[in-house]
């Protein structure tokens, strides 16, 4: 799970703990309780809130990845044969995540004035601002990116804020799998409705920009402020369960 805690000197992310044999391991559960028993002042992420809705497109996705490992995978021993289809899927599974993050790290340093040498990375950080200016009005240099929040019950971090906007990436690895104009979700906007509550700028306007990291393609998806206070309501209400099974 991802939890932040606002501390001191600001807020930091505690998504990974030292395990006792010293090496990193996600954040339990338990570690969340345990920090709140100490008085720590920890939130889970919004992101970690939303996972107890289901996601069908995110478990068929899951299912065709075990399917083309499994149809890949030619061993004998059905126990051997499920251990290694398992361990194909979840290298799989992760590289898409890790995809994704290395670019949201490229799409801030561009925003910062930092710019990749790679040529293909280049292009598709040129097309993203390009894309953004085109429908906001505004360049790369008139918002902040990565901006974290901490409330008591929830917390978060943006991708990229204004006065008047809240903007979150999401990364697509393959032009066959990019679908201008049907990629967006109602977690997607709730995770919008609930950065812009936790940002106190409950009257921004949210979208997603989505990038194919394939061939550099840019889809803006600005969401109606009408779905936008419902995606807020579907959000309030998983808070309150997420915080009830705890």
Known sequence: ???????????????????????????????????????????????????????????????????????????????????????????????????????????????????SDNPHERMCADNTYATIEEFTGFKADHFQSEVSFCKPSYAGQADLISDHWVIDFKTKQEASKFKPGKMAYDDHRSQLAAYRMGLNKPNARCANVFICLEDGQVDFQEHLQLDLNKAELIFNHCVEIWHLKL
């Open 1 to 115: 799970m991802h939890v932040y805690e606002k501390t001191a000197e600001g807020i930091e992310p505690r998504h990974m703990v030292q395990s006792k044999n010293g090496n990193l391991r996600p954040t339990y559960v338990s570690d969340f309780r345990k920090w709140l028993a100490e008085g720590k002042l920890v939130a889970p992420s919004v992101t970690t809130i939303l996972g107890i809705l289901d996601k069908p497109a995110l478990v068929n996705w899951k299912v065709d990845k075990h399917l083309e490992q499994a149809f890949a995978c030619k061993i004998d021993s059905y126990d051997d044969y499920l251990t290694e289809v398992k361990r194909l899927t979840e290298l799989s599974l992760d590289a898409a995540p890790r995809a994704g993050t290395d670019f949201h790290k490229i799409l801030s340093d561009y925003q910062a004035g930092i710019f």
